[in-house]
T-cell receptor
Framework: DTGVSQDPRHKITKRGQNVTFRCDPI?????LYWYRQTLGQGPEFLTY????????KSRLLSDRFSAERPKGSFSTLEIQRTEQGDSAMYLC?????????????FGAGTRLSVL | KQEVTQIPAALSVPEGENLVLNCSFT??????LQWFRQDPGKGLTSLLL?????REQTSGRLNASLDKSSGRSTLYIAASQPGDSATYLC?????????????FGTGTQLKVEL
């Protein structure tokens, strides 16, 4: 499978615990994005990497959230001291700009439930 | 701040009907517009991408148009099938900065009935 891969698919945690999600982008895609989607809403942008550099972070990304892409390949998104409001689907996307086209390809997402 | 609106929020049609989904955006300085499909509890599948310099794109039974000056796009689905049932999301990316991050609408939930 050469698509975007996310792990785990589902995560249930208790409030106050830390969680970490992983995203493996399509090989050779230099751009990687994280989005968050709550029920009945469209995804909202969280952060963006070009290679290993994190170039933009949304104001949605509080100081409890941290994302890394250490070698410009896979990425991790960590949430510390989870809150019930963090419950959502976390989506990862990757892209490679070709001929001015930037088609973002999404993974299946990680669904987080904070109890 | 870019805002994307999709109308209708939900749509139910009989199989075989042609249909149009609408998307509007407030800031015309876009890089491109992308239509996605999302099945319940799943990720997003890219359907069509229209670059800001283009007017339309076609793929199979799908046709998407873009009128950047009026801030509108439509997704036309011909001869709808039950397998087309899903939520359809429209997203625009900014012209400059942000790595072309996407701003999404809230989607149109489509049900095609036998």
């Amino acid at each position: 499978d050469t698509g975007v891969s996310q792990d785990p698919r589902h995560k249930i945690t208790k409030r106050g615990q830390n969680v970490t999600f992983r995203c493996d982008p399509i090989s050779e895609h230099n751009r990687l994005y994280w989005y968050r989607q709550t029920l009945g809403q469209g995804p909202e942008f969280l952060t963006y990497f070009q290679n290993e550099a994190q170039l933009e972070k949304s104001r949605l990304l509080s100081d409890r959230f941290s994302a890394e892409r250490p070698k410009g390949s896979f990425s991790t998104l960590e949430i510390q001291r989870t809150e019930q409001g963090d419950s959502a689907m976390y989506l990862c996307a990757s892209s490679l700009v070709v001929n001015s086209k930037n088609i973002q390809y999404f993974g299946a997402g990680t669904r987080l439930s904070v109890l | 701040k870019q805002e994307v609106t999709q109308i209708p929020a939900a749509l139910s049609v009989p199989e075989g009907e042609n249909l149009v989904l609408n998307c509007s955006f407030t800031d015309s300085a876009i890089y491109n517009l992308q239509w996605f499909r999302q099945d319940p509890g799943k990720g997003l599948t890219s359907l069509l991408l229209i670059q800001s310099s283009q007017r339309e794109q076609t793929s199979g039974r799908l046709n998407a148009s873009l009128d950047k000056s009026s801030g509108r796009s439509t997704l036309y689905i011909a001869a709808s099938q039950p397998g087309d049932s899903a939520t359809y999301l429209c997203a625009v990316s900014r012209l400059t900065g942000g790595g072309n991050k996407l701003t999404f609408g809230t989607g149109t939930q489509l049900k095609v009935e036998l």
